[in-house]
């Protein structure tokens, strides 16, 4: 993996948890309360706990994914500095 495929690979993953995280607060804000659908944007961890209070499962699993991607993509980006 060339260092531009890593660049690429780290921005596409990032631009995924973000989008994700924003739909997934939006879930949280409909199902429960906009103050935990708040919380949950400004404070990431507590996203996927809300998701899971509000049987949101599915937005919870593809959160943890997302972040899990990013985790991993930017670990590979690391490797080639």
């Known amino acids: 993996m060339t260092p531009l495929s890593a660049f690429v690979l780290v921005v596409v993953a990032c ?6 995280h924003v739909l997934t607060s939006l ?24 998701a899971v209070r509000s049987r949101a499962l599915a937005w919870a699993t593809v959160w943890c994914s997302a972040m899990a991607l ?12």
């Not at 631009?15 to 994700?20: G, I």
């Not at 990013?70 to 500095?81: E, G, P």
């Open 15 to 20: 631009a995924v948890a973000m989008t994700v």
């Open 27 to 50: 879930v949280i804000a409909r199902r429960t309360s906009p103050m935990r659908g708040a919380v949950a944007l400004l404070v990431p961890p507590f996203a996927p706990y809300f």
């Open 70 to 81: 990013y985790a991993i993509a930017f670990t590979i980006a690391c490797r080639w500095r």
